[in-house]
T-cell receptor, first 112, second 113 residues
């Protein structure tokens, strides 16, 4: 079992809808949580990070963290076709190993 | 804003050859990470450096080595290349502060023939 689990998708939503991406992690020592967007053949682009329980909003993106449930999610409001990409959830321990452990990613398709 | 710079962007090598990948972190970032991403896979951590010292080691083969220099740039040296080493190699840098968000470079696509 991977330490970071994501539904591989594809998750298909219509343009303008809210896309909800989910991620669970197994290591309770995980401290920081990241969402990266990756287009095919390109590098991961950091879009959100969160390390406190609750919600964090940045533009159309909201990250939600629940450490008790070991669950982190990403909401994308007003989804655009340009949001179509693979979204990678990543965690690190901060106080221990700082390297990121990635999930396998969820492929999002926004239909025009 | 300045980003992570990697060179070369593309590299083609034959089996058993050597390759050197370079990474220049974002200014004032003191930590560098190397990741390998095979086709259809998520990035896998190889090795990291903090203040020019190796700080963590992941699934890096013994054929690979890396170092960070006084100007904080890092090089990943790969020897006795195998077909299975064909992948995207990313360098990421981060500042040492809470969260330590990592910013990725554009990557080097290595093809071993």
């Amino acid at each position: 079992q991977k330490e970071v689990e994501q539904n591989s998708g594809p998750l298909s939503v219509p343009e303008g809808a809210i896309a909800s991406l989910n991620c669970t992690y197994s290591d309770r020592g995980s401290q920081s949580f990241f969402w990266y967007r990756q287009y095919s053949g390109k590098s991961p682009e950091l879009i959100m990070f969160i390390y406190s329980n609750g919600d964090k909003e940045d533009g159309r993106f909201t990250a939600q963290l629940n450490k008790a449930s070991q669950y982190v999610s990403l909401l994308i409001r007003d989804s655009q076709p340009s949001d179509s990409a693979t979204y990678l959830c990543a965690v690190n321990e901060y106080t221990g190993r700082r390297a990121l452990t990635f999930g396998s990613g969820t492929r999002l398709q926004v239909q025009p | 804003a300045a980003g992570v710079i990697q060179s070369p962007r593309h590299l083609i090598k034959e089996k058993r050859e050597t390759a050197t990948l370079k990474c220049y972190p974002i200014p004032r970032h003191d930590t560098v990470y190397w990741y390998q991403q095979g086709p259809g896979q998520d990035p896998q951590f190889l090795i990291s450096f903090y203040e020019k010292m190796q700080s963590d080691k992941g699934s890096i083969p013994d054929r690979f080595s890396a170092q960070q220099f006084s100007d904080y740039h890092s090089e990943l040296n790969m020897s006795s290349l195998e077909l299975g080493d064909s992948a995207l190699y990313f360098c990421a840098s981060s500042p040492r502060r809470q969260g330590e968000e990592q910013y990725f470079g554009p990557g080097t696509r290595l093809t071993v023939t």
